[in-house]
C-alpha cells in the first residue's frame, strides 16, 4: 500500500470557534491567531493507491466560489488539487474510489465542478465510486438551520445524481488494510479512515483531532454539532490512539502531516510528536 499527501489548500476560521469553551491564551500556544482572530488552516487529503485501487479521502474546498466567500476564509487554493495528484503522477481520472469524511464544504468541495458550457455544476471524479454514510447524506441534504451554511447544495447534488454514490452503513472494512469508524459529535455519521500498514496503524483524524493542538480531550470545536457527544468520541480513541501508538494523520494543521499521543502522569493526554508522513514510509 503506497500513502501520498494531498495539499488541496489552505483557509482561516475563527479561532474562538475552533476550540470552543478553551481560553485564547491557552490554544494560542499552538494555533496562533491573527489580528481577526482567525487561525490558519490546512486541507490536508490522503491518496492510497492499493493494486488497482487509488483512493483519495476527501478533497478540500473546491475552486467554485465568488470572491467574497474567497475573502471571508481568506481562501488559497487555486489549481492545488490538480498539482497535488499531478506531484505523484496522477489525475483526477485516475482516482477510483473517493472516500468522504462528511459533506462540510471544506471537506467535499473538489467533488463537483462548473461546467461553463452547460452552466452547471458536475461531477469532478468521473471514473470513482464515492464512498459515504448513509446517515450523513441524509443530514446533509435535510440539514439542521445551525449547520446548514456548511452543506453547499453544488457540492451534493451533482453527486447524489450521478449513480458514482455508495451509501454505507455504519463501521466497515472498505477493502482489506481500510477501515472506517463512524462518530457523531462534529456531524452526523462522519466516517474517519483506520489504515494498517506493516508495521503501524494509521487514524485520519478529519474533524474529531482537526490539529495536534486539538489532542487534549475538552479541546472540541464550537462547530460540533453534538460536543458532549464529542467529548465521549475522543475519550474512547485517545487510549488506543496512546497505547498502540497510532499515526494521527491531521487534516487540518497548517504544519504538521501526522503525530502521536502519550499519556501523561496525570492520566490525560496530550500530543506526543510531530512527524512528517514520510518518516513512517
Not at 122 to 150: D, G, V, Y
Not at 247 to 259: A, K, M, R, T
Request: some cysteine.
Amino acid at each position: 500500500m503506497q500513502l501520498y499527501v494531498i495539499e488541496t489548500g489552505r483557509f482561516k476560521l475563527d479561532g474562538g470557534a475552533m476550540f470552543g469553551v478553551v481560553p485564547k491564551p491557552i490554544w494560542q500556544r499552538t494555533n496562533p491567531a491573527d489580528g481577526d482572530n482567525r487561525i490558519d488552516m490546512a486541507m490536508r487529503c490522503l491518496l492510497v493507491q492499493e493494486g488497482d485501487r487509488l483512493v483519495l479521502i476527501d478533497n478540500g474546498i473546491g475552486e467554485q466560489h465568488d470572491a467574497k466567500f474567497r475573502q471571508i476564509y481568506v481562501l488559497e487554493n487555486e489549481g492545488w488539487l490538480d498539482a497535488g495528484l499531478a506531484k505523484h503522477g496522477f489525475s483526477r481520472a485516475d482516482v477510483t474510489d473517493l472516500v468522504l469524511t462528511h459533506l462540510h464544504f471544506d471537506h467535499c468541495g473538489g467533488t463537483a465542478v462548473y461546467n461553463t458550457a452547460t452552466e452547471r455544476y458536475e461531477p469532478n471524479f468521473l471514473n470513482a465510486r464515492i464512498w459515504l454514510q448513509r446517515r450523513h447524506l441524509a443530514w446533509a441534504t435535510q440539514p439542521n438551520a445551525r449547520e446548514k451554511a456548511s452543506f453547499l447544495r453544488q457540492n451534493i447534488e451533482p453527486v447524489a445524481a450521478s449513480g458514482q454514490l455508495q451509501l454505507l452503513d455504519g463501521d466497515m472494512e472498505l477493502f482489506p488494510g481500510f477501515a472506517l469508524r463512524t462518530v457523531n459529535g462534529h456531524t452526523e455519521a462522519q466516517q474517519l479512515p483506520v489504515i494498517t500498514l506493516k508495521d503501524r496503524t494509521l487514524f485520519y483524524a478529519a474533524d474529531l483531532f482537526p490539529t495536534f493542538g486539538h489532542i487534549p480531550l475538552p479541546y472540541v470545536m464550537g462547530y460540533d454539532t453534538r460536543p458532549l457527544l464529542t467529548l465521549e468520541e475522543r475519550q474512547h480513541f485517545l487510549p488506543w490512539l496512546a497505547g498502540e501508538e497510532v499515526v494521527i494523520f491531521y487534516e487540518h494543521d497548517p504544519l504538521n502531516e501526522c503525530g502521536t499521543v502519550r499519556l501523561t502522569e496525570k492520566g490525560g493526554f496530550v500530543s506526543d510528536r510531530t512527524f512528517p508522513l514520510s518518516e513512517i514510509l
